[in-house]
C-alpha cells in the first residue's frame, strides 16, 4: 500500500518562503516520478512541478518558474517542494503524487495534502 504524507505548509508572509516535504512509502521510490498539485478554494486543481525518478529532469508551472524548486532525495524517499517568493495566489492545498512510471506523466497515489495560506 503506497502511502504519500506531505509536511511543511502553513501561514507566511507574502514574500516569504516554505519548504514541502512528502515522505513515501509501499515501492520503491526511486523508480517513480513525483508530481506537486495545488488546488485552490473554489478552482480545480492544478500541476505545479514534478521530477523525474532519477531527479534530472524537472518540469514548472509557468507561473512558479524561478520561485519553486522540486528536488528529491532517494535515499530518504522523499520529495521537496521548495518556495520562495510566496504570493497570496499560491494560497492553497497542495498535495503531493506518484507516477505510474519514472515520467512524469499519470499518477496513482496522491497524499492528503497540506494547507498553505499566503498573507499579503
Known amino acids: 500500500q503506497v502511502q504519500l504524507v506531505e509536511s511543511g505548509g502553513g501561514l507566511v508572509q507574502a514574500g516569504g518562503s516554505l519548504r514541502l516535504s512528502c515522505a513515501a512509502s509501499?515501492?520503491?521510490?526511486?523508480?517513480?516520478?513525483m508530481g506537486w498539485f495545488r488546488q485552490a478554494p473554489g478552482k480545480e486543481r492544478e500541476f505545479v512541478a514534478a521530477?523525474?525518478?532519477?531527479?534530472?529532469?524537472?518540469y514548472y508551472e509557468d507561473s512558479v518558474k524561478g520561485r519553486f524548486t522540486i528536488d528529491r532525495d532517494n535515499a530518504k524517499n522523499t520529495v521537496y517542494l521548495q518556495m520562495n517568493s510566496l504570493k497570496p495566489e499560491d494560497t492553497a492545498v497542495y498535495y503531493c503524487?506518484?507516477?505510474?512510471?519514472?515520467?512524469?506523466?499519470?499518477?496513482?497515489?496522491w497524499g492528503q495534502g497540506t494547507q498553505v495560506t499566503v498573507s499579503s
Open positions: 503524487a506518484q507516477s505510474t512510471s519514472r515520467w512524469p506523466l499519470q499518477y496513482d497515489y
Open positions: 509501499g515501492r520503491t521510490f526511486s523508480n517513480y516520478a
Open positions: 521530477i523525474t525518478s532519477s531527479g534530472l529532469n524537472t
